[in-house]
């Protein structure tokens, strides 16, 4: 499942083990956190493309932006700490490539999972006028903020139902749009990285990225139903 954040722990960044690291490493591990966060596989922490597809060293090296030899680097110290204590990352081999693993993903991004059932709570329910909404905090704590929102009168048609072409997004409940408003802004967003790809393995990922993030888009909107 992909994650719109995930959870990063300031005093552990900060002032951890991970500090005595060279910047390079640290860097790149900040990425792999949000691309774990981001994976389709994310709530055990794995990177891939798909099932048994993942990456080979020059296709990672190319997403992350960085020279092979860096890349080798960072994940040899990830991966092979000399204290295994302190080994962040798993490599772990696939049919095509490798994924990548983060280790203890789960006990420290436990807080997206404890709050799923918030989301899905204000999911099925239509927002109400004007009322104090809780929403999914950033980090361990959690924001209140007042969101004015206006009751969804529209009703979605039979016509409208499935094709994201007729449906008036503005008049869907709040978390539907919020949830569809980041599938578009990543599309946008792997749209525009498709034409700057410096190379295959760049534009390859990033033609699977959008694929999946349509198929997304085109379950969200097919779920929907006459209210």
């Known amino acids: 499942m992909r994650r719109t954040w995930i959870k990063l722990f300031c005093d552990q960044w900060l002032r951890g083990s991970i500090r005595k690291e060279a910047i390079e490493t640290r860097g790149i591990f900040a990425d792999l956190l949000a691309m774990a966060g981001d994976s389709a596989f994310g709530d055990d922490g794995m990177i891939q493309l798909a099932e048994e597809v993942g990456f080979t060293d020059q296709a990672l090296s190319g997403i992350l932006n960085v020279p092979v030899k860096t890349w080798l680097s960072a994940k040899e110290r990830l991966s092979n700490h ?36 918030y989301r899905v709570s204000k999911k099925e329910s239509p927002p109400q006028t004007p009322k104090e909404r809780q929403i999914e905090g950033e980090g361990e704590g959690e924001q209140i903020v007042t969101q004015v929102t206006t009751k969804v009168t529209k009703k979605v048609t039979e016509k409208e139902k499935g094709n994201p072409e007729t449906i008036d997004f503005s008049r869907l409940p709040f978390e539907i749009q919020k949830e569809l408003s980041h599938i578009n802004r990543r599309l946008e967003n792997l749209k525009m990285n498709i034409k700057k790809a410096e190379n295959q393995a760049k534009q390859d990922y990033y033609e699977r990225e959008i694929r999946i993030a349509e198929k997304e888009k085109q379950k969200i909107v097919k779920s929907l139903r006459v209210q």
Not at 84 to 97: A, T, W
Not at 98 to 104: D, E, P, T
């Open 82 to 117: 000399p204290d295994p204590k302190e080994n962040r990352i798993e490599v772990i081999l696939l049919s095509q490539g490798y994924g990548l693993r983060i280790i203890n993903w789960t006990a420290y991004q436990s807080e997206y999972q404890r709050q799923k059932k």
